[in-house]
């Protein structure tokens, strides 16, 4: 391992590795192949670029990185070049000169990371290319495309398995932050990796704090959390990510925020590509910016000072929510995974999955996956828990989740919980129709509306007996009931309610029913709940170090525009804040800190010293 060491030191800047990652890249280094499920932000991407110059070292070719992201590959490619690694790419965004320089390149031992897409990997050409040049390894990324279990199925990397047939002396790692046991399976079976070690790490995520709100003007909840949560006193706001379902609600979101004082952009497939382009270039480049999005705004956001990921809209599975709120906190710093959600999430998934062209298998796991994740809305628990269980992961409350900071209350909702399910049997009864759970709600707060009377329905026995509930209160029962499953929803009725098998015991008095106690909103203007995140990395800076920080971060602006990369591939935001607070003034005490290795040392020692001398 002394050598993995030198590398990661000289290149990176590091003095020691995390978790596994030792362990992976001794197994790969020395031919191994290998499963590696690794968190999002938890250093997947050295676990196959030190063992690619390690045995670039020891006379083997080039490291072949496969990677479904343009944008994903160019940052890579631009923080190993800055890191004085020989790396290059090959993608649709090169000119047919470009692509031949590269592959002479190739050819002529002049690269040591070559990242391209499956699309590219797979075509005659590279396939002939491939042929004539020595290859060290190949990494797999973002291997749970190859699933159609999984979330972002890509139907190229199905193709893969070719690697192993054609290259069976050449090392492969496949990587993936987010896949269930059935993913993990299809990503062996698929990939031909029936013989490689599996590496499973923690999933946990302890910088990032999750929580989950009730729907009450979702748009405003989310201005409230930013504010309170990711708002300066001078206006300036956090990075982050808001996630919406529908392309329209993404547009109008943005603008509603902007018109709030958040510098927020749009970004969905049906954008023009120009457009959509220059808002990742933007999002990329600059600080205190807010994409709000689809998930088409996915895999390859490799910004690490992403400080919240926000849903409006519940996303379809764990895996994907895992994934999405992944996407802050990658440099370990404290961030906020925030979601405000409702009933009408769950109607419109269910409907989404019914009404999609998937076979009747595949729409029974999509509703079991959309099932766990109603689970983890819904728990009174601690949703780390909830999410690391879901993973195969056993673990203890976080303390730094909603759920632990402010344990919910609950209550002996048997007797409510059988009026709901009465509710919904007596309305079927009397119509031979099921109906959804606003027209239910106001059966049981005795609403003598026109509807409810052309239906008949003030004279069922139910009619009313749940006045005593306010509206709000029954739409988190009803929410809760389909997340115990003795409520489903009848897909072809436009959300219709019917009783789940589990729903008898209840009415016949045989099982109790614990649900959680709704929370009472917060007064107007109330600021939301939970420790800020904005200034952690500067908390425990006195004046000076405050300077300090102040002067690296112009300094690193000015050099990313220099460079015409992003800042964060200059240095990211944890080596800054430790060189504002130990203040180094030689080239021996840089060296030391984390972050700055040989290359990046030689370039902007000299730099970085004399800011820090006229700070």
């Given at each position: 391992?002394?050598?993995?060491?030198?590398?990661?030191?000289?290149?990176?800047?590091?003095?020691?590795?995390?978790?596994?990652?030792?362990?992976?890249?001794?197994?790969?280094?020395?031919?191994?192949?290998?499963?590696?499920?690794?968190?999002?932000?938890?250093?997947?991407?050295?676990?196959?670029?030190?063992?690619?110059?390690?045995?670039?070292?020891?006379?083997?070719?080039?490291?072949?990185?496969?990677?479904?992201?343009?944008?994903?590959?160019?940052?890579?490619?631009?923080?190993?070049?800055?890191?004085?690694?020989?790396?290059?790419?090959l993608?649709?965004?090169?000119?047919?000169?470009?692509?031949?320089?590269?592959?002479?390149?190739?050819?002529?031992?002049?690269?040591?990371?070559?990242?391209?897409?499956?699309?590219?990997?797979?075509?005659?050409r590279?396939?002939?290319?491939?042929?004539?040049?020595?290859?060290?390894?190949?990494?797999?990324?973002?291997?749970?495309?190859?699933?159609?279990?999984?979330?972002?199925?890509?139907?190229?990397?199905i193709?893969?398995?070719?690697?192993?047939?054609?290259?069976?002396?050449v090392?492969?790692?496949?990587?993936?932050?987010?896949?269930?046991?059935?993913?993990?399976?299809?990503?062996?079976?698929?990939?031909a990796?029936?013989?490689?070690?599996?590496?499973?790490?923690?999933?946990?995520?302890?910088?990032?704090?999750?929580?989950?709100?009730?729907?009450?003007?979702?748009?405003?909840?989310?201005?409230?959390?930013?504010?309170?949560?990711?708002?300066?006193?001078?206006?300036?706001?956090?990075?982050?990510?808001?996630?919406?379902?529908?392309?329209?609600?993404?547009?109008?979101?943005?603008?509603?925020?902007?018109?709030?004082?958040?510098?927020?952009l749009?970004?969905?497939?049906?954008m023009?590509?120009?457009?959509?382009?220059?808002?990742?270039?933007?999002?990329?480049?600059?600080?205190?910016?807010?994409?709000?999005?689809?998930?088409?705004?996915?895999?390859?956001?490799?910004?690490?000072?992403?400080?919240?990921?926000?849903?409006?809209?519940?996303?379809?599975?764990?895996?994907?929510?895992?994934?999405?709120?992944?996407?802050?906190?990658?440099?370990?710093?404290?961030?906020?995974?925030?979601?405000?959600?409702?009933?009408?999430?769950?109607?419109?998934?269910?409907?989404?999955?019914?009404?999609?062209?998937?076979?009747?298998?595949?729409?029974?796991?999509?509703?079991?996956?959309?099932?766990?994740?109603?689970?983890?809305?819904?728990?009174?628990?601690?949703?780390?828990?909830?999410?690391?269980?879901?993973?195969?992961?056993?673990?203890?409350?976080?303390?730094?989740?909603?759920?632990?900071?402010e344990?919910?209350?609950?209550?002996?909702?048997?007797?409510?919980?059988?009026?709901?399910?009465s509710?919904?049997?007596?309305?079927a009864?009397?119509?031979?129709i099921?109906?959804?759970?606003?027209?239910?709600?106001?059966?049981?707060?005795?609403?003598?509306?026109?509807?409810?009377?052309?239906?008949g329905?003030?004279?069922?026995?139910t009619?009313?007996?749940?006045?005593?509930?306010?509206?709000?209160?029954?739409?988190?029962?009803?929410?809760?009931?389909?997340?115990?499953?003795?409520?489903?929803?009848?897909?072809?009725?436009?959300?219709?309610?019917?009783?789940?098998?589990?729903?008898?015991?209840?009415l016949?008095?045989?099982?109790?029913?614990?649900?959680?106690?709704?929370?009472?909103?917060?007064?107007?203007?109330?600021?939301?709940?939970?420790?800020?995140?904005?200034?952690?990395?500067?908390?425990?800076?006195?004046?000076?170090?405050?300077?300090?920080?102040?002067?690296?971060?112009?300094?690193?602006?000015?050099?990313?525009?220099?460079?015409?990369?992003?800042?964060?591939?200059?240095?990211?935001?944890?080596?800054?804040?430790?060189?504002?607070?130990?203040?180094?003034?030689?080239?021996e005490?840089?060296?030391?800190?984390?972050?700055?290795?040989?290359?990046?040392?030689?370039?902007?020692?000299?730099?970085?010293?004399?800011?820090?001398?006229?700070?």
């Open positions: 391992m002394s050598q993995a060491l030198n590398v990661l030191k000289d290149v990176f800047g590091y003095h020691a590795f995390r978790g596994r990652q030792a362990e992976i890249i001794e197994h790969v280094a020395e031919g191994g192949d290998c499963l590696v499920l690794m968190p999002t932000g938890g250093g997947k991407s050295l676990c196959y670029q030190i063992p690619a110059l390690m045995r670039r070292q020891q006379g083997h070719g080039a490291g072949i990185v496969v990677s479904p992201l343009i944008a994903l590959m160019q940052d890579q490619v631009a923080a190993l070049t800055e890191a004085g690694v020989r790396a290059a790419v993608n649709s965004t090169l000119s047919g000169s470009e692509a031949s320089a590269v592959e002479r390149d190739l050819l002529a031992g002049r690269i040591d990371i070559l990242y391209v897409a499956p699309e590219r990997l797979m075509t005659p590279f396939q002939d290319l491939l042929g004539r040049a020595p290859v060290g390894l190949f990494a797999i990324d973002e291997a749970h495309c190859v699933s159609q279990w999984g979330h972002d199925f890509r139907p190229e990397y193709q893969l398995s070719v690697l192993h047939e054609r290259f069976p002396d090392p492969r790692i496949a990587l993936t932050a987010t896949a269930d046991a059935l993913t993990r399976q299809e990503i062996v079976e698929r990939l990796l029936d013989d490689a070690r599996v590496f499973l790490s923690s999933f946990d995520r302890p910088n990032i704090r999750y929580r989950i709100v009730e729907k009450d003007n979702a748009r405003q909840q989310l201005l409230a959390f930013i504010k309170a949560e990711h708002m300066a006193g001078d206006g300036t706001h956090d990075s982050g990510i808001v996630y919406c379902l529908s392309r329209r609600k993404v547009e109008e979101t943005a603008e509603w925020l902007r018109g709030h004082g958040i510098n927020a749009p970004y969905h497939a049906g023009d590509a120009a457009v959509r382009q220059q808002h990742q270039a933007r999002f990329r480049d600059e600080e205190g910016l807010v994409m709000v999005a689809t998930i088409a705004f996915g895999m390859g956001i490799d910004k690490p000072d992403v400080r919240f990921v926000a849903h409006l809209d519940l996303p379809k599975s764990m895996e994907g929510y895992y994934q999405e709120t992944g996407r802050a906190g990658r440099d370990g710093l404290p961030a906020n995974a925030w979601m405000a959600y409702g009933l009408g999430d769950v109607v419109q998934q269910k409907r989404m999955i019914d009404e999609s062209d998937a076979d009747e298998a595949h729409k029974r796991v999509s509703s079991s996956k959309l099932d766990a994740l109603l689970g983890l809305c819904e728990t009174a628990g601690c949703r780390r828990v909830r999410i690391l269980a879901y993973f195969d992961e056993q673990s203890q409350p976080c303390g730094n989740c909603d759920t632990c900071l344990p919910p209350a609950t209550w002996d909702g048997t007797r409510e919980a059988q009026m709901a399910l509710c919904v049997y007596r309305t009864q009397a119509s031979r099921h109906f959804g759970a606003t027209h239910l709600i106001d059966v049981l707060r005795g609403n003598a509306s026109e509807k409810i009377r052309q239906w329905h003030d004279k069922v026995s009619f009313g007996i749940g006045a005593d509930r306010s509206v709000s209160e029954w739409h988190a029962i009803f929410r809760q009931l389909i997340a115990h499953g003795l409520l489903t929803i009848d897909h072809g009725g436009h959300g219709a309610l019917l009783l789940g098998e589990s729903a008898r015991a209840v016949k008095g045989e099982q109790q029913i614990t649900l959680r106690r709704q929370v009472s909103k917060p007064a107007r203007g109330e600021r939301a709940s939970g420790k800020g995140t904005r200034t952690d990395h500067t908390a425990q800076m006195d004046e000076a170090a405050l300077a300090n920080w102040e002067a690296l971060r112009r300094w690193r602006s000015a050099t990313a525009r220099e460079h015409g990369v992003p800042a964060y591939v200059i240095f990211h935001d944890a080596t800054l804040a430790e060189l504002a607070r130990s203040a180094p003034d030689s080239m005490a840089l060296a030391e800190v984390p972050g700055i290795g040989a290359a990046k040392l030689e370039r902007y020692g000299e730099e970085l010293l004399e800011t820090l001398r006229q700070a």
